[in-house]
């Protein structure tokens, strides 16, 4: 294997049982089964070898089969390795009732590894929960998780993430987590979270006014609910008045007819529920129905912002959208802004506005940007079909005027400019895509920039970005 040998009998042990059934993910366990061993030889190997050893096993999470014909069970671990497989720990539902004893069975064997090896919560620093719509849970399962929470906690477990959400990624309906998620998150969780995401699943607003370590929300499509479901009052009694979470970073992305907006104006209003005095860093999709609340955002914490990434919300649903999607924001009073993130024209909005009235509120918002000197990074963004790369550049009057603002706001300082174009394959011929399409791209890309925008496309300091999908980025 290339290593000395005097160090293949360093680190872990490890020993190969067949037919013991093991089903792991990459830094995520979901089940893992403990026994007595039996006495059988035993390799010590190398600890990276370890290492990459439990990342193979990760990679095959979905063949059940090969996981099942020849399992690997650790004897123990280099502590490396421990906290490498045990950082993180995902709980989620079968919609299939079928499979109710296989789920409880998986509880039963993570507390038989509590028991084993009491040391492995201290390792645990993200728990995800998801939940299918529709899954009905037993109450076995309902004590287990009681159990389970109660072991967690007593054993010192600390999580710093909490992930919660339907692993469906349904826009359509928020997915009520089961009480036992609830409680198991109340008990265990709230005293040291710092991160929680919330993807498609409604929680009470309480959660997040109660984690007061939290520092770090990201909320997809819904994700809150109130005691009266579209309003958050002081007088509610779930609401205590005391200073809620002083987050530092917000994230929330919807489709534009979703009600995140409608809950999460009235949390961000709310200091008891939400700080956001000291946010440093908001990402989320801009439409026209949240133009609104993220001016109040911004307006809420603007003596400490210091990142602003707004892309379209159109990149989250799948239809097209009947307004423009670059508001007129103002960041004049942004003193620390450091990065700026905005989308340009897209591929929904094309057929239906041109260029100059899809992006008319762009202007404005270069024009308060004149007002600061701390911005570093300044991307544009653009999501758009095969075939709507001509068009984009059809009216040459928009780029004009965008390389003459962009020249004069970049002129004397060390500013970067990006410019990064998304080619969507759902909207396209993904079979189609090989280097030379996306060589092509890139050259028409650069080649009109460079025609309509001379001055700001010789600026030693701007970048140019083609992205594929679904290959990924190149």
Known sequence: MGFPRAQLFEGAQITVRPWLSLSLGHNTIDTFCFSKMTQSPILRLFPELIDRIVDHIADFINSEQSLTACALVCRAFHPRSQARLFSSIAFWSDCNPRYRNRRIKRLEDFLSILDSAPHIPLFVHSISLQVYVG??????????????????????????????GSPLGSYAIAHQLPNFYINLIQTLIIPS?????????????????????????????????????????????????????????????QPEWSS??????????????????????????????????LMKIIGLCANHLEEVHLVPSSRYSSYALPVP?????????????RALSLPLVEAYIKSLHPSSETNEGIWPVLKSLHATNTLETLNFSSFLAMGDIEDVFSEDQFWIQLGTELTTLASGKHMLIGFHLHILSWLSYPDQYDDKVLHSCRHLFKERIGRLMPECAAMPNITFNVFLYPRGEE
Do not use: M
């Not at 520092?215 to 997809?220: E, F, I, P, Y």
């Not at 005691?227 to 205590?240: A, C, G, L, W, Y």
């Open 135 to 164: 899954h009905q849970y037993s109450t076995a399962e309902n004590l287990l998780f009681s159990q389970l929470a109660s072991r967690l906690k007593e054993l010192g477990c600390r999580p710093r993430e909490l992930r919660l």
């Open 260 to 293: 995140t907006n409608r809950v999460l104006s009235a949390v961000v209003g709310n200091p008891a529920i939400l700080n956001l005095s000291h946010l440093r860093t908001l990402r989320t999709s801009v439409a026209s129905r949240n133009a609104a609340l």
């Open 325 to 337: 999607e670059v508001h007129q924001f103002d960041f004049s009073n942004v003193p620390r802004l």
């Open 193 to 253: 979270v710092t991160s929680l995401n919330i993807a498609h699943a409604s929680i009470p607003v309480t959660i997040i006014s109660s984690c007061s370590h939290l520092r770090s929300l990201t909320v997809v499509d819904r994700g809150i609910t109130t005691t009266k479901n579209s309003r958050v009052e002081s007088t509610d009694p779930d609401i205590t008045h005391s200073p809620g979470p002083k987050i530092e970073s917000l994230e929330y992305y």
